[in-house]
């Protein structure tokens, strides 16, 4: 670990300053810490946020919810509101990590966490997320756990968050407090395709706080649900994963919202999939023929390519989990 | 066994160290705090072969804290004495900072020694090194078998060519790591020139050999203390390059020092099972009967060592075969050495073996259990000789009946709830009783306590408890009495603490001492005519509970205690010991087991589910019961990972381990391990040894795998001959 510095903050405008001075938040610090371990990453000033008033759950004018960026995984995934109006979001949160990570994991956190490649975490190694310009080792090594979905030449590390597949899927916003006030951004503008700055990894001005992620207000009723797909059955990173939310109403689909995780460099939203749903009736085929759009546009690499037909049937599954058998 | 009464042998005691472990009293090897203690980091080479060209020390050095970077070109040159007794493999060990060669990716090149933990580790990111890189050669289908190691009776290959049935298959099982809890550590400590070592080691004799044998010392200068071991599955059974430079790096800085491998080091800096690629062809008459099996086996090794396992013995002796032939090639690559990983060899072996039968099962539309009763062999026919005890058929019939076997469809796919397809397997297990020569002192006091001493070890099975139930009725004590001690090269020496000869071998040696010791009591209370025992026949004598009397009439007698007392005597003491497998073999010796196992299956997402398992064991006598179901419990846990999870994954381009942390190797969570049960067959084996033990904690492990393997055939239909079975293999 390389020496750096600690300050705990307890105003957002003091954070802020200090973040704009170069220094890096840390909240749960589950990810941070362990990568400051394996001198992945080297911080020279550590600012706590832990202590800033960004810690609630709340219901937005519309009907949505706002969920502070210093609630814990644990504490979002039993929300009453969260489980009942977005059940895709705390079922993605429960299966996460593990408990004692969930206690101390927070959602800004959680979004901000970085890619579980193994080159990447392996300083010996090719990187261009952790070394920009140094190549990439896992595009012709060892890549069965990497993506399928948005990679470029320079990286095709995936984007190790369950919750924020469901953040992607529902359509989420952002909110970024900098020196000049608020901001919104759209979740599939917040992060960041590698293209050839894999480094840059969220839509961030330098200084920016997440302070929270707001899910719009979807018409009800809203069924939906999250499924993880990886070798063991508990505290693994998922191979392929599927949120899905669907509002049925007179027997049609209406509205359909689709987003995969564990094969794209970010959460990948499946808008060829959620149109292939809408104004449909529900049957045992839509799910099928839907599902088969998974997957468009994957380049597979030598040891990933699996990814592709499990991608498919992960969605499969979770839209008929979700809009029920017909 | 004595004829004393058993008390406590065969009991389901809980551990008697069980208090110190869960309140954190007892002390791992990096627990133990020497005054002035100085902490060192090792520098792991960053290419996969080739020659260090520079080191840079000089930023290292400037940072606070940082004492001394040792490397090749400024450690002295250090004796390396051969030695062969220490379980080191043929070959030419591994010196560390001797030369400017890079063997594997990971070696040592440097050490950092340092006031604190901190400092070194970030002094050992400042040492730059400078490489010649080779290409390195680590994939075992592509390179080089060695000269192979044969066996064969009958003639395989023509018995094959007329067999009625024959099934040609090739298997690949990856390399597992070990992966104990707590890691390699070793705090070392030089008075002068004696040495001083805290080592997390399952031998402490053979890690105080290989020091006296490489900084050429004589053996009584070095010692070795390890009472407490967090878990090892083998690992801890040879001296690594670690404890070597934690030596080194004590007696440069003249300080104690602590060496703490991080996990990513335990992948290269410690041993692991091989990985193999097995070709098994067999024949066999219509109904089953096997005519003939040949093996080719290729199993990787380091350039530097030849590592070696019993991957031959099953394949000789598991199932009546006229023709057998195998041919086992180590295959030399630019990775460290390999060590024996629970159940090492059968392991392997029983994953092709009992696969391919049960591929054989299915193709003859036999049942999996009915066609190994029809090839029980009557003796061992690599040898010839019978066998001790062998109650596989026993296994199996108890396993069936337990399990539910009969609600098992021979046809695949014929169950269905929901999306899981659920299957039925089993496998059986062997393997090899071991037992070495042992010694054990026994020190009996006028308090009427025991005090027990064995070099030994306790990586996890309980030694310091099954032993106490030994000595405590071969004593005549009540359990809290007897203390027995281990973990101290000081200690009158064992054999390695592995290979599940640890009960066979240092029990023997303890019974044997405190039999010597009741003896002693005994002769001395019926020699003195103030006992009430005096000219009572020494055989009608037994002890209980601390107190002598006479079998018929439990009221004549008196305690250890007073008869000390009453002669002067601080205590009596006895040296046991056990010679081991001795002298000419008259059985064969294995321990057996069947494996049932419950398997659901994902069939479209690739996931496999353990639902039930059961092992069912012959492993003779059982000294303690609760002990051997908990190991019976880890054995199949282990044998879900091997089955499902572990791989490790070697970078070819450079040697690298890509998946050395434990969220990138696989081991089973709570989460997929389901019901797991183990039924202990009841008996003794008179053959074996005194104590009647076969030997128990490689056993469970021996045919797990397989087990699950042949689950998932009758879930799916799908034969996965790959070692784990992931999603990929099943879509």
């Known amino acids: 670990m390389h020496p750096f510095s600690y300050t705990h903050v307890s105003d957002t405008r003091a954070a802020i300053a200090a973040g704009r001075r170069g220094g890096r938040y840390i909240a749960g610090g589950t990810t941070l810490v362990d990568l400051m371990r394996e001198t992945v990453e080297r911080p020279e000033r550590l600012v706590d946020i832990s202590g800033l008033p960004l810690d609630e759950v709340t219901v937005t004018e519309r009907g949505g919810l706002r969920i502070g960026a210093l609630v814990t995984m644990a504490e979002a995934a039993a929300h009453p509101k969260v489980r009942s109006l977005y059940p895709a979001i705390s079922q993605a949160l429960e299966l996460s990590a593990s408990a004692q990570l969930r206690n101390m994991a927070t959602i800004g956190g959680n979004i901000m966490q970085r890619t579980r490649c193994t080159y990447f975490r392996d300083v010996t190694a090719a990187c261009n997320k952790r070394e920009p310009g140094s190549g990439c080792a896992a595009r012709d090594g060892f890549n069965r756990t990497h993506a399928i979905l948005g990679t470029s030449d320079h990286c095709v590390a995936t984007h190790p968050s369950d919750v924020a597949v469901a953040f992607a899927a529902l359509e989420a916003r952002v909110h970024l407090l900098g020196a000049d006030g608020e901001r919104r951004v759209p979740f599939a503008e917040f992060l960041l395709r590698p293209a050839r700055s894999p480094h840059r990894e969220q839509a961030l001005r330098k200084g920016e706080l997440v302070a929270a992620v707001e899910i719009p207000a979807l018409p009800r009723p809203l069924r939906s649900g999250y499924l993880k797909v990886r070798d063991r059955q508990s505290y693994e990173f998922a191979l392929t994963s599927a949120a899905v939310a669907l509002h049925v109403r007179g027997g049609v689909i209406r509205e359909a919202k689709v987003a995969a995780g564990g094969v794209g460099t970010v959460p990948w939203k499946l808008p060829a999939v959620e149109q292939h749903l809408v104004g449909e009736r529900p049957t045992d085929a839509l799910w099928a023929a839907a599902a088969q759009k998974a997957a468009d546009g994957a380049r597979p690499l030598a040891h990933n390519a699996f990814k592709v037909e499990l991608l498919k049937r992960t969605v499969e599954r979770q839209l008929r989990t979700v809009g029920g058998n017909q | 066994m004595s004829p004393q009464p058993q008390a406590a042998v065969g009991a389901p005691l809980s551990r008697v160290d069980g208090r110190l472990k869960v309140t954190g009293q007892a002390r791992y090897a990096a627990e133990h705090d020497v005054d002035g203690t100085v902490h060192a980091v090792i520098v792991d080479a960053a290419i996969g072969r080739g020659r260090i060209t520079s080191i840079d020390t000089r930023e290292a050095l400037a940072h606070p804290g940082v004492l001394r970077v040792i490397h090749h070109e400024n450690a002295p040159k250090l004796p390396y004495r051969e030695n062969t007794a220490s379980n080191n493999p043929p070959g030419r060990r591994l010196r560390v900072f001797q030369d400017d060669e890079v063997l594997f990716h990971g070696q040592p090149v440097a050490v950092v020694i340092a006031t604190t933990l901190e400092a070194a580790q970030h002094g050992a990111g400042l040492v730059k090194v400078g490489y010649d890189a080779e290409q390195p050669s680590t994939d075992l289908h592509r390179a080089e078998p060695d000269k192979p190691t044969t066996y064969a009776r009958g003639d395989a290959e023509a018995a094959l060519r007329t067999a009625d049935v024959r099934l040609d298959l090739e298997y690949r099982l990856a390399r597992n790591h070990h992966n104990a809890m707590?890691?390699?550590?070793?705090?070392?400590?030089?008075?002068?020139?004696?040495?001083?070592?805290?080592?997390?080691?399952?031998?402490?004799?053979?890690?105080?050999t290989e020091l006296s044998a490489v900084f050429g010392l004589p053996l009584d200068s070095v010692r070795v203390i390890s009472p407490f071991v967090g878990g090892a599955f083998g690992s801890g059974l040879r001296c690594w390059p670690h404890t070597v430079v934690a030596a080194l790096a004590a007696r440069e800085a003249k300080r104690p020092v602590k060496l703490v491998l991080s996990r990513r080091q335990q992948y290269f800096g410690t041993g692991y099972r091989p990985s193999y690629e097995y070709r098994l062809r067999l024949g066999s008459d219509r109904r089953g009967r096997l005519r003939a099996m040949a093996h080719e086996m290729d199993a990787e090794t380091s350039s530097y060592e030849t590592f070696t396992e019993t991957v031959m013995p099953a394949g000789q002796m598991l199932y009546s075969t006229p023709n057998v032939s195998q041919a086992y090639r180590t295959v030399p690559l630019d990775v460290n050495t390999p060590l024996w990983m629970r159940g090492p060899g059968f392991a392997t072996a029983s994953f092709v073996i009992e696969s391919a039968l049960d591929e054989l099962a299915a193709k003859l539309g036999i049942d999996p259990i009915e066609l190994r009763r029809r090839n029980e062999p009557s003796e061992d026919e690599s040898s010839g000789l019978p066998f001790s005890t062998r109650r596989l058929r026993e296994c199996c019939t108890v396993g069936a009946r337990e399990f539910g076997w009969h609600r098992r469809s021979a046809r695949p796919r014929s169950r269905r709830e929901g999306n899981w397809l659920i299957g039925m397997g089993m496998a059986v297990g062997v393997y090899e009783t071991q037992r070495n020569q042992a010694q054990a002192r026994v020190r009996l006091d006028a308090d009427g306590t025991a005090l027990v001493q064995a070099a030994a070890s306790d990586m996890g099975p309980g030694t310091y408890t099954s032993q106490t139930q030994v000595a405590a009725d071969a004593l005549g004590l009540t359990m809290r009495t007897v203390t027995f001690r281990l973990g101290d090269s000081l200690f009158p020496p064992t054999p390695p603490h592995g290979g599940s000869q640890t009960m066979a071998s240092v029990g023997s040696a303890v019974l044997d001492g405190c039999n010597r010791v009741r003896r002693q009591a005994i002769t001395l209370a019926v020699e003195d005519r103030?006992?009430?025992?005096?000219?009572?026949?020494?055989?009608?004598?037994?002890?209980?509970?601390?107190?002598?009397?006479?079998?018929?009439?439990?009221?004549?007698g008196e305690t250890y205690r007073r008869l000390l007392a009453r002669?002067?005597?601080?205590?009596l003491e006895a040296l046991g010991s056990y010679a081991g497998a001795a002298g000419p073999r008259r059985h064969s010796f294995y321990a057996y087991n069947a494996t049932f196992a419950e398997v659901a299956v994902d069939a479209d997402l690739g996931l496999v589910r353990v639902r039930r398992m059961l092992g069912v064991y012959d492993a003779g006598r059982i000294i303690s019961p609760k002990l051997a179901e908990s190991q019976a419990i880890g054995g199949i846990v282990g044998g879900i990972g091997t089955a499902l999870l572990e791989h490790t994954v070697t970078d070819h381009r450079d040697g690298r381990i890509v998946n050395a942390n434990l969220a990138d190797y696989l081991v089973p969570v709570n989460a997929d391990v389901p019901e797991v049960k183990a039924i202990y067959l009841d008996g003794e084996d008179r053959e074996a040894d005194p104590l009647g033990v076969k030997g128990l904690g490689e056993v469970v492990h021996v045919g797990v795998a397989p087990a699950i393997a042949n689950a998932v055939f009758n879930a799916t239909g799908r034969r996965i001959r790959q070692l784990p079975i992931t999603a990929e293999a099943l879509l």
Not at chain 2, 184 to 204: F, P, Y
Not at chain 2, 530 to 556: F, M, N, Q
Not at chain 2, 567 to 571: A, E, G, L, P, Q
Request: charged letters at 25%; aromatic letters at 6%.
């Open chain 2, 182 to 208: 707590e890691p390699h550590a070793t705090v070392a400590r030089w008075d002068g020139n004696k040495l001083t070592v805290w080592d997390k080691t399952q031998w402490v004799v053979g890690t105080q």
């Open chain 2, 567 to 571: 002669n002067n005597r601080t205590h």
């Open chain 2, 530 to 556: 103030e006992s009430p025992l005096y000219g009572v026949d020494a055989a009608d004598i037994v002890v209980r509970g601390g107190r002598l009397h006479t079998k018929d009439s439990p009221a004549r």
